[in-house]
């Protein structure tokens, strides 16, 4: 069978860099004698040993050298076409028991996993240069940065993961010398490219990742959704932190007043140009700056939530970024770009769907075949990448460094759903917020194999991701929330939702601003709402809409709570937590957390409908009571008023009422809490 990834043999001064850490040598020593490589490379992150494994990429066809005029110091990589997204169905969580891992991951038993992948791992590097890639995951002085090692038989992982993480140097240095020390030990091999023996699998309680079979980014950049996201949110719950699928941004007002923002959106869902957004030119003097764009590490320090990025790069969907979408974005990719699975033009520029300009009369598609604009292809894959530095960012946070990370004012949810949910609406407390970050759903993109457009629970965008039990998951919040003395206020996104015709009723991109914008106002206490049965809720006129090409009823619709879509939606949250296991989550879960909206589910589903508050109440250990009654007013229909406690003002005018009435809903006072 053909090596596809044949031993370099480089000069000396290059790769021969071993770390002094004697753990890390015995592991790689391990790895070696089991894989069998010709040679072992140990990188050091520097300048030559990037020219010269760039240089060796393009030699073994690994990366084509794009036009120095056009995308200077960028190249494209073509990855097999069987394997072009993550996979989800291979991917397992290795804990002792199948209930750590819970009912949301792919449990396999970790003695019986390490033999098989041992199995598939012996000889596989034969021929091949096993890399060693150190690195670090969070700014140098952070005190949440974790090290990691990635052992690796491919070439573009390697100049990958130099973009993608603090690679070199830096990680063995903050290693040091203590065998005992806490790093990540990280081992891919791409084998031979064959889904039937692809794995993506976790050791939470080694802090280990194996990977094999897969050559694509989340599969294989072991930083990322691996250690990040799925090691690194079963370090948190242990550590008393939180690691989320969050992008982080900075949104600061003429004022000169700064708050930052963390929202977890599921992928491909626009996390990237959220974080990138570019006010309109009606919020001149506005600035929205970039912390980042996917994963977010967050702490506790005097009582406030503190956020950092852990990464170094973007690795982001390419199709539909343009100039008009996200210039920012397109800035970053300008030069000393690694693209994924694009077209490549006769002048070697790249080229995707939805690029600025004409598509192009002619070009190589993203499985290397000729295209045209007639052709019935697609020219680049719909899950093609960029991996660029961060550095790129016109509009990178000045903060991005800093090691304590930036206080977050607010935590957004959001998902891709053409229906049901309004474009924004705020949680009533932390524990609604909980609730609502708990039931998110999304439908599906390119971004994981599997069909495209179907609605599916995403809780907090962490369903692939969430490295142990979910309703373990969902408790850390909770815990969280309680040690949390100033914690971010929880609001829920929806920029996708469309009108009977189909359309988006929303433009999404810059004018998300606006939203953003209601959200600081939130913040500072200033905004108006209007109390609705599923959360705070602007009225439009809450909404800055000045210079906005939006029919007003189409702002009503967006605004819109529709019955009889929510009645199916509560639905869906019992379903959901049914499929979660009732025994050993939802009621676990209904204890802890969301009883109110536990009982919101039943009530949907007229389980418990005539029941009062008192009783529902009185059924567990309910986190909050008021939650509780808006749950048992979500099954009934109704919609009150109360003063906003948070702006102190009476928010819910008669003319939102009205609105609200509009929307269908009925309207009856709620008696004031006793
Ligand atoms: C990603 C993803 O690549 O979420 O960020 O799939
Ligand atoms: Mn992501």
């Known amino acids: 069978m053909k090596n596809i990834a044949p031993a370099i043999s480089p000069p000396t001064g290059i790769g021969d860099s071993k770390p002094g850490n004697q753990a890390v040598l015995d592991w790689v020593h391990e790895v070696e004698l089991l894989a069998k490589p010709e040679n072992v490379f140990w990188c050091d992150g520097s300048e030559r040993e990037r020219d010269y494994l760039l240089q060796e990429a393009i030699k073994q066809n690994v990366l084509i050298k794009l036009n120095e005029k056009k995308v200077p110091r960028s190249y494209l990589h073509r990855s097999n076409p069987n394997d072009v997204a993550r996979v989800e169905q291979f991917t397992f969580i290795c804990t002792p028991t199948k209930e750590e891992a819970g009912p949301t991951n792919n449990w396999s038993e970790p003695a019986e996993t390490y033999s098989k992948l041992q199995g598939l791992l012996k000889g596989a590097m034969h021929g091949r240069t096993l890399f060693v890639v150190p690195y670090i995951m969070g700014p140098p002085d952070s005190p949440l940065t974790k090290v990691g090692f990635e052992i690796t038989d491919s070439i573009y992982v390697v100049l990958s993961m130099r973009i993608m993480t ?22 891919h091999s791409l084998l031979d490219v064959d889904p039937a023996r692809r794995f993506i699998c976790h050791f939470p309680q080694d802090n280990t990742i194996i990977s094999v079979g897969s050559g694509y980014g989340g599969n294989v950049l072991l930083s990322k959704k691996c250690l990040a996201l799925r090691i690194g949110s079963y370090l948190a719950r242990k550590q008393g932190w939180m690691a989320e699928h969050m992008l982080i941004l900075g949104v ?37 700056t970039t912390v980042g764009d996917d994963i977010a590490w967050m702490q506790i320090r005097d009582g ?113 759903r053409s229906n049901t949910m309004p ?14 970050g708990a039931t998110m759903a999304s ?4 971004a994981a194999t599997g069909a495209v457009g179907q609605v599916r629970r995403d809780p907090m965008a962490m369903l692939p991701f969430c490295g142990y039990n979910i309703g373990d998951y969902f408790r850390h919040w909770i815990e969280i929330g309680k040690r949390l003395t100033n914690p971010p206020l929880i609001f829920n996104v929806n920029w996708f939702r469309k009108g009977g015709d189909g359309k988006f009723l929303w433009p999404g991109f810059g004018d998300n601003m606006r939203v953003l914008k209601w959200i600081i106002d939130r913040c500072e206490k200033s905004g108006g709402a ?29 605004l819109g709570i529709d019955h009889e879509e929510w009645k199916k939606e509560l639905a869906g949250h019992q379903k959901f937590f049914e499929s979660l296991g009732v025994d050993a989550v939802l009621l676990d879960l209904a204890r802890i957390v969301v009883n109110p909206m536990g009982a919101a589910c039943l009530i949907g589903a007229g389980e418990i409908a005539g029941r009062s508050e008192d009783e529902a109440y009185a059924a567990g250990d309910i986190a909050s009571q008021e939650a509780c009654r808006h749950a048992l007013l979500l099954g009934v229909g109704m919609c009150g008023e109360r003063n906003d406690s948070r702006s102190g003002q009476q928010s819910s005018s008669d003319q939102s009422l009205d609105q609200m009435n509009h929307c269908g809903i009925p309207l009856v006072k709620m008696r004031p809490l006793s």
């Not at 990680?171 to 790093?183: I, N, T």
């Not at 990138?276 to 001149?284: E, G, N, W």
């Not at 474009?423 to 609502?436: A, R, T």
């Not at 439908?443 to 390119?446: F, K, S, V």
Request: contains cysteine.
């Open 530 to 558: 209007v109390e609705s049965p599923i959360g705070w809720l602007p009225s439009p006129h809450d909404l800055d809409l000045a210079d906005l090409d939006v029919e007003h009823k189409c702002v009503v619709e967006l």
């Open 304 to 416: 406030r939530l503190f956020a950092v990025n852990p990464e170094n790069g973007y690795f982001g969907v390419v199709p539909g970024t343009s100039y008009n979408s996200n210039p920012n974005a397109m800035k970053s990719i300008e030069h000393d770009t690694l693209y994924t699975n694009v077209a490549l033009t006769d002048d070697d520029d790249v080229w995707w769907e939805g690029k600025d300009g004409p598509p192009p009369k002619h070009a190589i598609d993203w499985k290397g075949n000729d295209w045209t604009p007639d052709s019935k292809e697609k020219a680049a894959h719909p899950n093609s990448r960029f991996a660029t530095p961060m550095r790129n960012n016109p509009v990178l946070d000045p903060n991005v460094e800093k090691g304590e990370g930036v206080p977050i004012s607010a935590i957004i949810f959001g998902g891709r």
């Open 252 to 288: 600061e007002s003429p004022a000169g007043k700064k708050h930052y923002v963390a929202a977890a959106f599921p992928s491909a869902c626009g996390k990237t140009n959220f974080a990138m957004l570019i006010p309109p030119k009606h919020f001149a003097g506005w600035k929205v």
């Open 423 to 436: 474009l924004v609406f705020q949680s009533f407390d932390w524990e609604h917020g909980v609730y609502l």
């Open 443 to 446: 439908e599906t993109t390119a």
């Open 166 to 187: 603090r690679m070199g140097e830096v990680a063995v240095k903050r290693l040091g010398h203590d065998p005992a020390a806490e790093w990540n030990r990280g081992v």
